[in-house]
């Protein structure tokens, strides 16, 4: 266990955090927590239920038409479009189970990995627009995380836009393997895969807390093999990653936190390693995080994997 405070630095990047485990002594009047709802199997109201957005012309859909377990359909509030060059690409909606009371963590790791097969198969679509230049699949779980419905859903978000520090991202990449004939994030595996920040870890795939974690309790899952993005996924490594995630997303619901996860895809890089990252929404960003760009993290990642493993 980390007795002192310690600065890290991000695998890749020029991102910087302290880890600082006595700051989890200081007095705190703010605690942030999932607003627990409970929640009927239906709901009348909800536009993602069954009763109601089976009325919708869907994408993509497992299943039957009346016995489905994943449907896609076009997000009704876009903050990007086809028809508009100022902001140019589309936006989907991923409706994780028919059942209004259920999470992902809820759900078995059949109807997980089907899950992941919608994000794969609309991946696949969304890509052989030429304009598209990136794409990020993500899921918002509370209501300060971003989530606006309660109905479990992800979403997927495809634009001509590349964020600058995801280039800086892919740049630096090429320059680890320029300089190392490797790949970095493959080196990292088979270091992390013998640490003690290791959650979760079969013959597919690891899952981990980092070394330099900017949220409190963050994981990462990444397949073993060198694959650029979540189309490349075979059946078995799906199964990996849906019962890694069950997991971890389990474990974030005791500690009764909302939390974030998504995939990172730049379409024109086609030597990325795919990555899953998981985030707890239960750090709080003061004038230092806001001011200078070093967060500040009170809890050790050490610690925070033996949570998920215990």
């Not at 006595?22 to 909800?46: E, M, S, V």
């Not at 299943?63 to 028809?83: M, R």
């Not at 320059?175 to 895969?193: A, M």
């Not at 640490?195 to 990462?220: L, M, S, T």
């Amino acid at each position: 266990m980390l007795q002192k405070s310690e600065l890290r630095k991000d695998y890749i990047q020029n991102k910087y955090v302290i880890i600082a485990p006595k700051r989890a002594q200081r007095p705190n009047i703010r605690k942030i927590k999932k607003l627990k709802i409970k929640k009927n199997k239906k709901d009348q109201n909800c536009p993602l239920c069954p009763i109601n957005v089976d009325k919708v012309k869907d994408l993509f859909t497992t299943g039957f038409k009346n016995h489905w377990y994943v449907k896609v359909i076009k997000n009704k509030f876009p903050a990007v479009s086809l028809d508009n060059k100022k902001a140019y690409g589309q936006q989907e909606v991923i409706i994780d189970t028919p059942d209004h009371s259920l999470e992902i963590e809820n759900l078995s790791i059949k109807h997980i990995v089907k899950i992941f097969d919608a994000y794969s198969e609309r991946t696949k679509i969304i890509s052989k627009n030429k304009k598209i230049g990136y794409i990020i699949i993500f899921k918002n779980n509370g209501g300060i995380a971003g989530a606006s419905l309660e109905h479990s859903h992800s979403q997927i978000f495809a634009t001509n836009f590349i964020p600058p520090h995801l280039a800086d991202k892919s740049q630096k990449q090429q320059e680890y393997k320029l300089k190392y004939g490797t790949c970095v994030y493959c080196d990292v595996i088979k270091k992390e895969s013998k640490g003690p920040r290791v959650i979760y870890q079969d013959k597919n795939i690891i899952a981990f807390c980092p070394y330099a974690p900017i949220y409190n309790y963050e994981a990462w899952i990444m397949p073993k093999r060198h694959l650029d993005n979540i189309t490349l996924l075979n059946q078995s490594e799906k199964e990996s990653f849906a019962k890694a995630l069950k997991l971890i997303l389990s474990k974030i619901n005791l500690l009764n936190l909302p939390y974030n996860f998504y995939f990172h895809q730049v379409i024109h890089d086609e030597d990325q390693h795919l990555y899953m990252k998981i985030v707890p929404r239960g750090s709080v960003w003061a004038g230092l995080e806001i001011g200078s760009g070093v967060v500040i993290n009170p809890i050790d990642p050490d610690e925070a994997a033996k949570f998920y493993r215990s």
